[in-house]
C-alpha cells in the first residue's frame, strides 16, 4: 500500500520545475504518490457577481482553470515509481501558507517540497517567506529546494547520496530515525557530518559519528561514511563538505522546536538553506516537538 503522499506547492514561476523533481524523487525515496498544489485567492462575490452577469465562467475569473493546465504541464511526464500516482489540485485560500499546511495535515503528508525564490535578495530568501511560515507550522518535515538549485529544474532527479549532519543530540539523529523508515532508504548512501569547533573536540565527534554509523549498519545500510569538519562556522562547514562528498540532499533536522517565533533564522538550518545548491530536507520544530 502507497505511503502518505509527498506534497509539492508550485505557484506558477520558473520555481515549480524544481521542486517537482525534488517532490518526485523523494516520493520515489518514501514509495509514495505525489500530489502538486497551488494556492490562489478566493475570488470575492463581488467579482463572481460581475462573472455570472457578464456570462463568464467562474473558473476563468477566479484563475482555477489557469492553474490547473499549469499544474498539468508541470506534473507531464512525472513518474514516481510501481503502484504510485502522480496527482495535481488547485486549493483557493487567502493565506497561503496555512492553506498549503492544512492541505499536508488532512492528507498526513510524508512530506512537503517548496522552492524558494530567486537569490536577488538572498539575505531575505528564507525569514518572512511562504517556505519559512511552512517550516514553522508544519508538523511534517519540508524539504526546501533554494535558488542554487536552479538546475535541477526539468531533469529527472535520483536520490542516492545524502548528507546528514550530527551534533550528538537527540534532535540531529531524529533525521537519522525519519530516513531509516522510508521503505527505499536503506538503499541509500549515507554520509554522517559532525563539525568541531576545534581539534580538541575531534575524538568525540568521531566516536559518535561511529557510533551513529554502526546504528544504520545494523538497520540494514550498506554505505556509511563519517566526516568531522573542523571549523567555527557549522553551517559554512556542511554546505563545503558539498563539494567533497557529492551527495544529492542534505537531511537535518531544525534548531527551533522551542522558539517557534522566529523558526530557523539565525540557526545552522538556516545557513546551510541559504547558502546550498543541493535541495535541503528539515525535520520542522512541530515535528520534533511531538
Not at 42 to 61: C, F, N
Not at 97 to 122: E, M, W
Not at 124 to 152: F, H, M, Q, T
Request: glycine share 8%.
Amino acid at each position: 500500500m502507497a505511503q502518505p503522499p509527498v506534497i509539492a506547492s508550485v505557484d506558477g514561476s520558473e520555481k515549480a520545475a524544481r521542486a517537482v523533481a525534488v517532490a518526485a524523487a523523494l516520493a520515489k525515496l518514501a514509495g509514495a504518490d505525489l500530489t502538486v498544489i497551488r494556492v490562489i485567492d478566493i475570488p470575492s462575490q463581488r467579482l463572481l457577481a460581475q462573472a455570472d452577469a457578464l456570462g463568464l465562467d467562474d473558473t476563468l475569473v477566479s484563475g482555477r482553470r489557469e492553474a490547473e493546465t499549469q499544474l498539468a504541464e508541470s506534473v507531464a511526464g512525472v513518474t514516481v515509481g510501481p503502484a504510485c500516482g502522480v496527482t495535481f489540485e488547485v486549493l483557493e485560500g487567502s493565506d497561503v501558507a496555512a492553506s498549503i499546511v492544512g492541505h499536508a495535515i488532512r492528507r498526513n503528508a510524508r512530506a512537503l517540497v517548496l522552492a524558494t525564490r530567486a537569490p536577488k535578495a538572498v539575505e531575505r530568501a528564507i525569514a518572512g517567506s511562504v517556505a519559512d511560515r511552512v517550516v514553522r507550522e508544519s508538523p511534517y518535515p519540508v524539504a526546501i529546494v533554494p535558488p542554487g538549485a536552479a538546475y535541477l529544474g526539468r531533469k529527472n532527479m535520483q536520490i542516492t547520496r545524502v548528507l546528514v549532519p550530527q551534533d550528538g543530540s537527540s534532535l540531529a539523529f531524529r533525521c537519522l530515525e525519519f530516513l531509516i523508515e522510508l521503505p527505499n532508504a536503506r538503499d541509500l548512501e549515507y554520509v554522517l557530518i559532525e563539525v568541531a569547533a576545534t581539534k580538541d573536540l575531534r575524538t568525540d565527534a568521531q566516536l559518535r559519528l561511529s557510533h551513529s554509523a554502526a546504528w544504520l549498519r545494523d538497520r540494514g545500510v550498506k554505505s556509511v561514511e563519517v566526516v568531522v569538519a573542523d571549523a567555527s562556522d557549522v553551517a559554512g562547514a556542511i554546505v563545503g563538505a558539498v563539494r567533497e562528498v557529492f551527495p544529492d540532499l542534505i537531511a537535518m533536522s531544525t534548531r527551533g522546536a522551542s522558539g517557534l517565533g522566529r523558526l530557523i533564522l539565525g540557526s545552522v538550518a538556516e545557513g546551510v538553506v541559504r547558502r546550498s545548491e543541493l535541495p535541503v530536507l528539515l525535520l520542522t520544530p512541530r515535528m520534533l516537538a511531538q
